[in-house]
Structure formats: C-alpha cells, structure tokens
Antibody
Framework: EVQLVQSGAEVKKPGESLKISCKASGYNFTSYWVVWVRQMPGKGLEWMGIIFPTDSDTRYSPSFEGQVTISADKSISTAYLEWSSLKASDTAIYYC?????????????WGQGTLVTVSS | SYDLTQPLSVSVALGQTASISCGGKNIGSKNVHWYQQKPGQAPVLVTYKDDNRPSGIPERFSGSNSGNTATLTISRAQAGDEADYFCQLWDNSNYIFGTGTKVTVL
C-alpha cells in the first residue's frame, strides 16, 4: 500500500525553528515528486513547493520562496519541510503528497497532515 | 497568476445530482483534478485528468472539462458525500487549487 506518514503535531513560539517530516512507503520514493501543501484554519489548499528525491531538485511557489525549505533524504524515503523562524501566520495544517508522473499531474496519496501551531 | 473560481457552497437533496463548477480562463485546454476533503481528514483524489476516476472511487463521481469551466458531478448523492471539494491544475510551473466548494446533502 502506498502511504505517506507525517510527523506529529507541533506547538512552537514565534521565532523558533521547526522541521516536519513525511515518510513514504509502498513505492519507489525516488521515482515520484513529493509536494507540500498548506491549509490555514478554515481555508483552502495552497501549493508550497515540490521536490524530486532522486537529486533533490526543488521548486517553490512564489508565495513561499524564501519562507520555507524543502528537502529529502532518499536513504530513508523521507521528505521534510523546514522553517528557520516561525511566525504566528504559519499556524496551519501541512500536507505532503506524492505527485503522479507528468508535469501537470495530480497528487495521490496524501499524508495525514501535520498541525503546526505558532503562539506566544 | 491563474485563478480558479468555485462556488462557495452547493446543496443537493439525498439521491439527487450535484454539480460543482471550477472556472478558469481556457481551462478546457488543461488537465483538471478534483479532491474531496471531509472534516478533519486529508484530501482524497476523486477524479483526475478531467474525467478519470481512481480505483476505489464510486462511479457516482464524474468529471468534465470544456471551454472556461470544469465540472465535478456527484450522482445519487449520499450523506457521506458531504465534504469540501477542490479543483486543481498546473499552470506556468505552478500548481493551482480552486477556492473550494462545501457540498451539503439535504
């Protein structure tokens, strides 16, 4: 079964750093891009960026360029999303998903999501 | 940037048909995918590349795409279809999501 399992919920203070993870199983991790998607409370889905684990080729949405860092460790089939200095506005659920083959393709399956709460 | 517009909400009577639109400039020339998100859960792919259905998704879910509107149709609506639905496509090196539609089954 293809599965993406994300790390648990986090509660952080503004200014702190954070790295959340997304572990893939059931497929060849290096054959598919992995995307990260943000969902702020009560809001829609926003594409943040995408990484190809084979060579860590990474693309960012203009809205998130410079705000987060996406990385991957192919030896343990895990992708990461990282912040160096969190803001209250980073409070959201973050999802990872596998992107199917093709530049204009779809995301399937999705991880269960990681809730990040940033509050002083 | 490319905008995808969906109605905020759609209501459908139990057993009837719901249609959810996703509007965008010349969207018919692009591949459109649809996701269902139930409260407290991650999104799930329900149709892809306009009119294809992943395994495990009921035939009641179907998609179409032409001109400036893509449409997700839910036939014989069930209570379990109550959820938010998002369209998605790729444009100019970016992945774009629609604004989302809340479907209520009456």
């Amino acid at each position: 079964e293809v599965q993406l399992v994300q790390s648990g919920a986090e509660v952080k203070k503004p200014g702190e750093s954070l790295k959340i993870s997304c572990k893939a199983s059931g497929y060849n991790f290096t054959s598919y891009w992995v995307v990260w998607v943000r969902q702020m409370p009560g809001k829609g889905l926003e594409w943040m960026g995408i990484i190809f684990p084979t060579d860590s080729d990474t693309r960012y949405s203009p809205s998130f360029e410079g705000q987060v860092t996406i990385s991957a460790d192919k030896s343990i089939s895990t992708a990461y999303l990282e912040w160096s200095s969190l803001k209250a506005s980073d409070t959201a659920i973050y999802y990872c998903a596998r992107k199917f083959t093709g530049y204009d393709s779809y995301f399937d399956p999705w991880g269960q999501g990681t809730l990040v709460t940033v509050s002083s | 940037s490319y905008d995808l517009t969906q109605p905020l909400s759609v209501s459908v009577a139990l057993g009837q048909t719901a249609s959810i639109s996703c509007g965008g400039k010349n969207i018919g020339s692009k591949n459109v995918h649809w996701y269902q998100q139930k409260p407290g859960q991650a999104p799930v792919l329900v149709t892809y590349k306009d009119d294809n259905r992943p395994s495990g998704i009921p035939e009641r879910f179907s998609g179409s795409n032409s001109g400036n509107t893509a449409t997700l149709t839910i036939s014989r609506a069930q209570a379990g279809d109550e959820a938010d639905y998002f369209c998605q496509l790729w444009d100019n090196s970016n992945y774009i999501f629609g604004t989302g539609t809340k479907v209520t089954v009456l």
